[in-house]
């Protein structure tokens, strides 16, 4: 997906990208020394940096920029789409949305298409 940055701004403080578990129990959200699993209903968020007005597939729209946590990349921000595809939302302090029901649609509907994939013949 190419995108051109046509405007950046900050994000204010509190918004976040909400991202779906690819499991329920991933084991990214386990803690060994808490015994448990960090948060409830399968999903996680990632504090907004700032919004990007972008050029993508003909069209100009607004996304979420989050800091870069993968070492392979050269770029220190990165858009909420691209470094993960379990993007599910953005979240502010006054969203009330059910982020645990989100994220098990997200995970229904990814089993759905691996169950219509054909399978690989050998």
């Not at 994000?11 to 020394?33: I, K, M, P, S, T």
């Not at 504090?47 to 920029?65: E, F, S, Y």
């Not at 691209?82 to 969203?95: A, D, L, T």
Request: aromatic share 12%.
């Amino acid at each position: 997906m190419m995108s051109e940055i046509l405007q950046i701004i900050p994000a204010e403080l509190g918004w976040e990208a909400v991202y779906a578990y690819e499991q329920f129990h991933d084991e990214r959200n386990f803690d060994e020394d808490r015994g448990g699993y960090i948060e409830e209903g399968g999903y996680s968020k990632t504090q907004l940096i700032c919004w990007a007005l972008v050029k993508r597939n003909g069209k100009t729209v607004v996304v979420g920029m989050i800091q870069n946590n993968m070492q392979w990349q050269d770029a220190t921000l990165t858009f909420v789409d691209e470094e993960r595809k379990n993007f599910i939302g953005y979240n502010h302090p006054s969203c009330d949305l059910d982020w645990t029901f989100r994220a098990d649609a997200y995970r229904t509907a990814s089993l759905l298409k691996e169950k219509k994939r054909p399978m690989d013949l050998k």
